[in-house]
């Protein structure tokens, strides 16, 4: 393996065969992100990622991850220039996956999530920004390359985006509904170019960032527990197959049987 660069921006080449197929992964620094990364590399898929911070470098050490850019994908001059980088690093090769994963769900300086009656509207322009416009900037940057590889695009949404949750905030969950309906949007659009475009909405998930009173919830989730994150990197991963090769439009709801009630 060789490295190029110098600090968080080094780029990690190593030689892929013909077959390798490459997904392009954003979010990638921890939680749903970091679980589908590995389960790609697992699969022996190639693994281009973006997120605001870098990642360990020990999670790097597989020369499938071959590249990570930092990005702020609500600055449009950082994500323009992430979707330049990672094109240069395609070439005139082709994208098999784009996985729209980086989301946020911002607290105001009181502590609650960002809703209709607090907060700011600047704020719910920066939840839009990088749940919403995003993955549509992001689909249209990289079309040419998912169109050479008869590719798909996952979006990852949300159960919030469809029920009333309790600890989501109405920023982050009318964003999740906007993109449920943008993927459907995109389906019909991206068809054109032989891409397919899904969505992945996940439930209650247990991350470094779920508190407590999520706990709550476990007894509205008919298989009685939360989600792992690799709970929701296998659906995203099994989409992106030819096994899901005739689906598109289509949001899978990862969420334990919650989604029901």
Same mark, same amino acid.
């Given at each position: ?84 980088? %990672?094109?240069?690093? /395609? ?5 098999? &996956? +784009?996985?729209?994963?980086? $989301?946020?769900?911002?607290?105001? =300086? ?23 416009? %995003?993955?549509?900037? /992001? ?5 040419? &390359? +998912?169109?050479?590889?008869? $590719?798909?695009?996952?979006?990852? =949404? ?104």
């Amino acid at each position: 393996m060789r490295a190029t660069g110098t600090g968080s921006l080094a780029l990690y080449f190593a030689p892929m065969s013909t077959d390798t197929k490459t997904v392009i992964l954003t979010g990638a620094s921890q939680g749903i992100g970091h679980a589908t990364v590995e389960r790609f590399m697992r699969e022996g898929w190639r693994v281009i990622t973006c997120a605001r911070q870098d990642v360990p470098a020990h999670c790097r050490r597989d020369p499938l991850w071959s590249h990570h850019l930092p990005t702020d994908l609500t600055d449009p001059a950082s994500l323009d220039a992430f979707v330049r980088q %990672a094109n240069a690093i /395609l070439g005139s090769e082709p994208l098999h &996956a +784009l996985v729209n994963n980086a $989301g946020v769900s911002p607290k105001t =300086t009181f502590k609650e999530r960002l809703g209709i009656l607090n907060g700011s509207i600047d704020g719910w322009k920066q939840v839009f920004e990088l749940n919403f416009f %995003a993955p549509l900037k /992001l689909a249209r940057g990289f079309a040419s &390359a +998912l169109h050479r590889g008869k $590719g798909t695009v996952i979006n990852v =949404t949300s159960i919030a985006g469809h029920y009333v949750h309790p600890f989501a905030g109405s920023a982050y969950s009318t964003s999740k509904a906007a993109l449920s309906g943008l993927t459907r949007e995109m389906a019909v659009e991206f068809a054109q170019l032989g891409v397919r475009v899904n969505a992945v909405a996940p439930g209650e998930i247990k991350t470094d960032m779920v508190s407590a009173e999520y706990e709550a919830l476990i007894p509205r989730i008919p298989l009685d527990r939360m989600g792992s994150v690799q709970d929701v990197a296998g659906v995203i991963f099994r989409l992106c197959s030819d096994d899901f090769g005739y689906v598109t439009g289509t949001e899978v709801f990862v969420t334990g049987g919650q989604h029901l009630y």
